[in-house]
């Protein structure tokens, strides 16, 4: 919330840097995933539509179920995961590196609702 109120303080290369890792590098993840999910509704639906008679709507089926309604649950899904573990994994690092304890003896640089033990 300090850098909303001064933003000059706001490092904007570290911002720039963590957006990446978390959000762009994650994207062929998230292509692949949405490919193989896509994959399996086609080969599920079409085994269910055959025994309906209705094979020739599976094209219709994976369109609009992994268009539609799967294409923005999975990504969301995928990056919410991926980037919450990846920052657990840097803030693990940081407090067996002690870097935790240094940032609080620096004078308080770690968010508020950040207690190390």
Known sequence: MKSLAHPKRMRLIALASSIQKAGFDALPLIAIMTFFIGAVVA???????KTLGASELVVELVGISVLREFGVLIPAILLAGRSASTFAAQIGAMRMNQETQAMKVMGGLLPVWWTPR
Not at 43 to 49: E, F, H, K, Q, R
Request: hydrophobic share 55%; proline share 0%.
């Open 43 to 49: 080969l599920i639906g079409s085994d269910l539509l």
